[in-house]
């Protein structure tokens, strides 16, 4: 009996200590590298210097299909803090801070109802409305560290490392101090061989190599912290890239990210291989870091998120697919929509008629594009180099295994007709499942919200959705006797669906003529949107004061987007005429103040001033 009683005793003290191991949760940090794709030595890239994440490689896990869900940073961050797609959320074009749901939370937030202290050093960039994104954090700043939280409490730290962001081949270094050799590069076969193009390949090899060093130095700093046994780290490209046909597009180039996983033995019941060491060939994407933490949190995953957890008590099936999206990139408008499996990528393009290349002053900061433009306009590019300076395809279709650069496009192919339907299938599927919003053009649907968002809108507002998807189908898919049809969708009683069949009328180009009453009404429709295409289109076919009085009531409009898009139209069809020049003049005079980092209208007026050889500064504008 005394002894029975004892083991009473001692078990009643034992049992809240074994609860409290069974339960305790991880530490999480986030280490975010900026703009690079898997070039390092644990994914099979000779040329790359990277000890510190070969060997966090060699202690963790490495995905070998990790994606983000675009291109460029701020809508793939948005997907990311948000766990839903930022072209469901309406923030899919480059730094365009709407609102966002209130239905969405941000993960952090959800993480401090779940006890964690989170920081954050020291990047948002989230694509949201700043208000909504203010004290999400425990402590945001140079200065956030883990290290600040109280006593015994579960840390999530984000470490945002910039060193390879696109901005660090402005600057050019000496070919002698590099550390990579230019002449050891190996080209893609897309980009032409020239001494800029060799020169700011070697130069990203070298920040990549600064980049892992910062890395070693958070990771020596977590080890000495005497957290490291109790953390589970993170590290991740905020998508992929750097130079030109990388970042801003859809291909693996752009979108598949290096993606490592360091998880404690103590953890070791979340391990998603056998091992540390090993690799893990499951599909994922950004759209699953929120309900991963969740998982790993061991809180709730929201009803609202998109993704599937792949860590923790939540892990989900593995997925079929995985589901991209590219929208506005800074001042140029454009469209795609990419679905990824274990061996085969689609894009279906919905603004075929613009290039690949289309003039971004960002992107042109860079010499290596510059060298490839002036090759192109030169003659010396071959076919597959000359392909970003042309017009693309309706539908790619690229075979990711046999084919890693993907430039040989299947889509015509018969003998892929079966992938290539099944593909398209799933993206339409997803598209309408998300209620993408990049159906609806960004004036437009900034009109239509208001001071809402986009996320509820297109769920509460009955936004026929199907149709848009089907009028964008047949917008850029010229077929035998469409043109009535076209017409008949460019006197629509919603927006968009007229925008989509001008799109299509002026991608039909010549062939359109017999539509140049319906465009002269649509250069005068309510919408801009709608507008500024039909001003396009009657430019093209020879009906330039129609086309020309479109654009400027576009240029006096108050909404930025509607400004943007008229601005591009006038470099498209080179109109500058005095009327012309005096309206994007305007814009600056309005405004009295440059603010090139969020008003791309601003961004547009500068390259038209340098593309007509006038200078700003002699109009009053410094």
């Known amino acids: 009996m005394r002894n029975s009683l004892l083991l009473v005793i001692w078990a009643a003290f034992l049992l809240p200590g074994l609860r409290a191991q069974e339960t305790v949760r991880p530490n999480i940090i986030w280490i975010t590298s900026e703009d690079n794709g898997a070039f390092l030595g644990c994914y099979g890239d000779s040329f790359a210097t990277t000890p510190h994440l070969d060997k966090l490689a060699s202690r963790g896990f490495m995905y070998t299909r990790a994606f983000s869900n675009t291109a460029v940073c701020a809508p793939s961050r948005n997907t990311i803090i948000t766990g839903v797609y930022a072209n469901s959320n309406g923030h899919q074009n480059m730094r365009s801070t709407y609102r966002k749901s209130d239905q969405v939370e941000l993960y952090p937030r959800l993480l401090r109802e779940a006890g964690y202290y989170c920081s954050n050093r020291t990047k948002e960039d989230f694509n949201i409305d700043p208000t909504q994104t203010k004290d999400v954090w425990n402590a945001l700043g140079p200065t956030a560290h883990y290290k600040n939280r109280p006593k015994a409490t579960p840390f999530f730290a984000v470490f945002n490392i910039e060193i390879s962001h696109e901005s660090c081949l402005f600057d050019p270094i000496p070919n002698e101090k590099l550390r990579h050799k230019p002449e050891k590069v190996k080209l893609p076969p897309y980009h032409p061989d020239s001494p800029e193009m060799r020169h700011d390949w070697a130069q990203y090899y070298d920040k990549v190599e600064d980049m892992d060093a910062a890395v070693g130095k958070l990771l020596k700093e977590l080890e000495e912290s005497g957290e490291a046994e109790n953390t589970i780290v993170f590290y991740y490209s905020d998508h992929a890239g750097v130079l030109a046909r990388s ?118 900061r860079a010499a290596s594009i510059r060298s490839w433009e002036e090759a192109f306009k030169n003659g010396a590019c071959n076919e597959l180099q000359s392909a970003f300076w042309k017009t693309k395809p309706v539908e790619e279709l690229y075979d990711r295994e046999n084919d890693p650069w993907e430039v040989h496009n299947l889509a015509a192919d018969p003998a892929y007709k079966q992938v290539l339907a099944k593909m398209r299938k799933a993206c339409h599927d997803w598209m309408l499942d998300i209620h993408d919003t990049g159906f609806i053009p960004e004036a437009e649907l900034t009109d239509m919200i208001g001071k809402g968002n986009a996320y509820d809108y297109m769920r509460g507002n009955k936004v ?159």
């Open 247 to 364: 970042k801003r597009y859809l291909y693996d180039t752009g979108t598949r990210v290096p993606f490592i996983v360091y998880i404690p033995e103590k953890f070791k019941k979340m391990y998603p291989a056998a091992a540390p060491g090993q690799k893990v060939d499951r599909l994922i994407s950004f759209v699953d870091l929120a309900p991963t933490l969740m998982s790993i949190a061991g809180a709730p995953v929201r009803p609202y998120m998109q993704g599937r957890p792949f860590l923790g008590a939540r892990t989900a099936p593995e997925p079929e697919f995985v589901y991209q999206f590219r929208d506005r990139m800074d001042e140029r408008f454009d469209m795609s929509r990419a679905v990824v499996d274990n061996k085969f990528r689609y894009i279906r393009n919905y603004m075929p008629h613009r290039i690949y290349g289309q003039y971004i002053a960002y992107l042109f």
């Open 464 to 622: 026929p959705l199907e149709q848009l998807i089907r009028a964008a189908d047949l917008s850029g898919n010229p077929g035998t006797g469409d043109l009535p049809e076209l017409v008949k969708l460019a006197d629509s009683d919603h927006a968009a669906i007229r925008y989509w069949a001008v799109t299509g009328l002026l991608i039909r180009g010549e062939k359109a003529q017999k539509a140049i009453p319906a465009l002269k009404k649509a250069a005068g429709d309510p919408s801009n949107s709608v507008a500024i295409v039909a001003a396009e289109a009657l430019y093209r076919l020879g009906e330039k004061e129609a086309g020309k009085q479109a654009l400027l009531r576009a240029l006096a409009s108050p909404n930025m987007m509607a400004r943007t898009q008229a601005l591009n139209v006038i470099d498209y069809v080179d109109e500058n005429g005095p009327e012309a020049r005096e309206a994007v003049l305007a814009i600056f005079r309005n405004d009295k103040k440059l603010e090139v980092q969020s008003r791309y209208d601003q961004r547009c007026v500068i390259q038209l001033f340098d593309k007509w050889g006038l200078q700003l500064k002699d109009y009053g504008i410094e």
